[in-house]
T-cell receptor, first 111, second 117 residues
Framework: TQLLKQSPQFLSIQEGENLTVYCNSS?????LQWYRQEPGEGPVLLVT?????EVKKLKRLTFQFGDARKDSSLHITAAQPGDTGLYLC???????????FGGGTRLMVKP | NAGVMQNPRHLVRRRGQEARLRCSPM?????VYWYRQLPEEGLKFMVY????????ESGMPKERFSAEFPKEGPSILRIQQVVRGDSAAYFC???????????????FGDGTRLSIL
């Protein structure tokens, strides 16, 4: 069974601070997707990374896929209250069709 | 709105009743996935379907749960004789092609919140 562990589970910071969320596993994934979920809504895809060592930037968000494709990180620069939400990482296994989700990181950015 | 459409958004059932959850994939998508999310947790895979075929149901409970994706119409997740433990948010996702071979991203609907009284 593939497992993805996200850390931290909860994070409360002030507007303007930087933060990093981690997604770790002992298993290799063929791809890694990051989603953000608002209360009462479904996850919204932020990015997909597929190559070991890949780095993608989306405005103030930087996503990195580990060289061994077992872990990933999401770094947010100068966080804003609008970044508040549940961040989920999800790994795609080389052999399967489903996504394996981490437990999520609940971020709160205070103005 | 050309996104994944799920209905109803909220469903209340008494123990022992049946629950039917519907999902219409994004236009052009023929692959549907169902996930379940408990409060403050990540999503857990249940089943993957293509039109008229169940491809992977490794995450589905063996009893009371079934899913279909007919040639015409939405995908249906059916839960018979519901119990309190079935209370959760059920999400549907769709993709253009099989995730396995092309890393096609999955796009999610806003879910159905099922409450069992």
């Amino acid at each position: 069974t593939q497992l993805l562990k996200q850390s931290p589970q909860f994070l409360s910071i002030q507007e303007g601070e930087n933060l990093t969320v981690y997604c770790n596993s002992s298993s290799v994934f063929s791809s890694l997707q990051w989603y953000r979920q608002e209360p009462g809504e479904g996850p919204v895809l932020l990015v997909t990374v597929v190559t070991g060592g890949e780095v993608k930037k989306l405005k103030r968000l930087t996503f990195q896929f580990g060289d061994a494709r077992k872990d990933s990180s999401l770094h947010i620069t100068a966080a804003q209250p609008g970044d508040t939400g549940l961040y989920l990482c999800a790994g795609g296994s080389p052999a399967g069709n489903m996504l394996t989700f981490g437990g999520g990181t609940r971020l709160m950015v205070k103005p | 709105n050309a996104g994944v459409m799920q209905n109803p958004r909220h469903l209340v059932r008494r123990r022992g009743q049946e629950a039917r959850l519907r999902c219409s994939p994004m236009k052009g998508h023929s692959h549907v996935y169902w996930y379940r999310q408990l409060p403050e947790e990540g999503l857990k895979f249940m089943v993957y379907l293509q039109k008229e075929n169940i491809i992977d149901e490794s995450g589905m409970p063996k009893e009371r749960f079934s899913a279909e994706f007919p040639k015409e119409g939405p995908s249906i997740l059916r839960i018979q004789q519901v119990v309190r433990g079935d209370s959760a948010a059920y999400f549907c996702a769709s993709s253009r092609g099989p995730r396995q071979y092309s890393n096609q991203p999955q796009h999610f609907g806003d879910g159905t919140r099922l409450s069992i009284l």
